[in-house]
């Protein structure tokens, strides 16, 4: 048997979106890879004309290559194990996948079975917001994780201390795999819900609010999320590079949102915001 594999070339802040894309034509397995990321799917058991469509509607937004082939079939879980690394933040927490054996123990040790969902702490911009939370309060504090992924960041959350996690993400695979990580670390003051943050209704506000999604959605969101701040609460940011750190600054103004402080790693950023 074998699998027809599509290589996607593009830049890192159009790759989660361009997966849960290609989810909707058919392919079923995804590899991230240094340029990008592999999707797979049995024979061709994919909609070709909806992916003509996907490929022609980021063509037009950014530089991005699709290559489709065919392989022999393999044993998917032996390949991304091979190619899934644990990672250590700060030396205080450790994200690894259940079949890692740490070597030493840390503060804080996050199991995390990523499939096809954004989180594992390797890309830049949930390094720095694990890192951010490391230095947070969370003690029997009230969080938001807007486009929570794999949940590691509700997760992280939960470990600090937080009384109550509210997280949601727009993809179904999120969802399950989020409610299998939390599940895997015990943590069963998260909870895990579809949609967006505009089609969900919340019991009264927070003290934090986690984002790691892209720099349009956060503009989209911001007013919503200052709405959702409680006085005195942080709202902490990523998902987008350190150049556009003026561009949300000037919009967060609009919401009477003031900064707190940036931080940045091979130039993507986080931003964190208070009320006033």
Partial sequence: MYYTRLQVICSPEFSEIL????????FDTFMETER???AYVEKNQYDKDNLQQVKEKYTALTPVVF???RV???NWNEEWEKNYEPILIEDKCLI???FHQPEKTYPYEIIITPKMSFGTGHHQTTYLMIKAQLEMDHTNKVVMDA???TGVLSIMASKLGASRVEAFDIDEWSILNSKENADLNGCPNISIRQGKISELTFEGDFDIILANINKNILLEELHQYAAYLKPGGRLLLSGFYEKDIPDLLTESQRYALQFVQTDARDNWASLMLTHP
């Fill in 36 to 38: 990008g990321f592999e």
């Fill in 19 to 26: 997966m849960a894309e290609v989810a909707e034509t058919g």
């Fill in 96 to 98: 690894r996948a259940s």
């Fill in 67 to 69: 290559y489709l082939d």
């Fill in 72 to 74: 022999e079939k393999k």
């Fill in 147 to 149: 486009g929570t992924g």
